[in-house]
């Protein structure tokens, strides 16, 4: 596959139309209504975060716009296209991609059948060389297990999947949970790389240091539904408010 020009230090591969917009969003998990309502908007290549404490409905937010939930009904529009009735082979085909907090590595499956197991379901996917540029530690891994490398390196395969597949909105659950402070730097600035080439990204986090380090704008989310949202800029003038919401 052929890549755009890019400027340098950027990653050829994202998106060109417009965001997300999710508006009065409910789910379900078979008789648990868990989503009240969810309504926010995701700009072409920002990071944006969500916020909550455990329990709040941050992953399945996720989880809904992927459409890898049970029942969900409202709106959720990706480059201006409804996506709420269509089944998540689709929702990935419209360039859409799920990194979930378990990382989803076969065991049974190399780093490399891993990496290439996901289809390209879109132009724009990253090629191996890009993307053992952004995870040098992959390309010295290809021969290994799956889930022989650390937690880290799964983390990172994760990505990459997402990123060969043409993904250009990413959907990042908790991917700093348990990782080492090194590896969580390289990974933020993965996360920043990507962002520069117009990805977008939202991010659930508990690693709030890391997640201000990124985001445009913070989601707060509360029994299912968003009660709050800063800009980055403004998350200063707010952090009584914000450690009040999160118990900290």
């Known amino acids: 596959m052929v890549e755009a020009a890019a400027a340098p230090g950027a990653v050829a591969g994202a998106g060109t139309a417009a965001g997300l917009a999710?508006?009065?969003?409910?789910?379900?998990?078979?008789?648990?209504?868990?989503?009240?309502?969810?309504?926010?908007?995701?700009?072409?290549?920002?990071?944006?975060?969500?916020?909550?404490?455990?329990?709040?409905?941050?992953?399945?937010?996720?989880?809904?716009?992927?459409?890898?939930?049970?029942?969900?009904?409202?709106?959720?529009r990706f480059e201006g296209q409804e996506t709420i009735r269509m089944p998540s082979r689709l929702i990935a085909r419209a360039g859409i991609g799920y990194c979930p907090e378990e990382r989803g590595i076969f065991a049974s499956l190399s780093v490399e059948e891993n990496l290439m197991l996901p289809p390209v379901v879109r132009p724009g996917g990253l090629s191996r060389e890009t993307i053992f540029e952004?995870?040098?530690?992959?390309?010295?891994?290809?021969?290994?297990?799956?889930?022989?490398?650390?937690?880290?390196?799964?983390?990172?395969?994760?990505?990459?999947?997402?990123l060969r597949s043409g993904a250009s909105l990413l959907l990042l659950d908790e991917p700093t949970e348990g990782l080492a402070?090194?590896?969580?730097?390289?990974?933020?600035?993965?996360?920043?790389?990507?962002?520069?080439?117009?990805?977008?990204?939202?991010?659930?986090?508990?690693?709030?240091?890391f997640a201000a380090t990124l985001a445009d704008r913070h989601y707060v989310v509360e029994q299912g539904r968003v009660v709050d949202s800063f800009l980055n800029a403004e998350l200063d003038a707010n952090m009584d408010k914000l450690h009040a919401y999160l118990g900290v």
Do not use: C
């Open 22 to 76: 999710v508006a009065d969003l409910h789910a379900w998990y078979g008789e648990s209504h868990v989503l009240h309502g969810m309504a926010f908007t995701v700009p072409k290549g920002e990071v944006v975060t969500l916020l909550g404490r455990n329990g709040a409905g941050k992953t399945t937010t996720l989880r809904a716009i992927m459409g890898v939930i049970g029942k969900r009904k409202g709106s959720v």
């Open 134 to 162: 952004l995870f040098p530690n992959l390309k010295e891994r290809l021969s290994s297990g799956g889930t022989k490398m650390s937690g880290g390196e799964q983390q990172m395969l994760a990505i990459a999947r997402i």
């Open 181 to 209: 402070p090194v590896i969580v730097q390289q990974i933020g600035r993965t996360i920043a790389r990507l962002k520069a080439s117009g990805y977008t990204v939202i991010l659930v986090e508990q690693n709030f240091r």
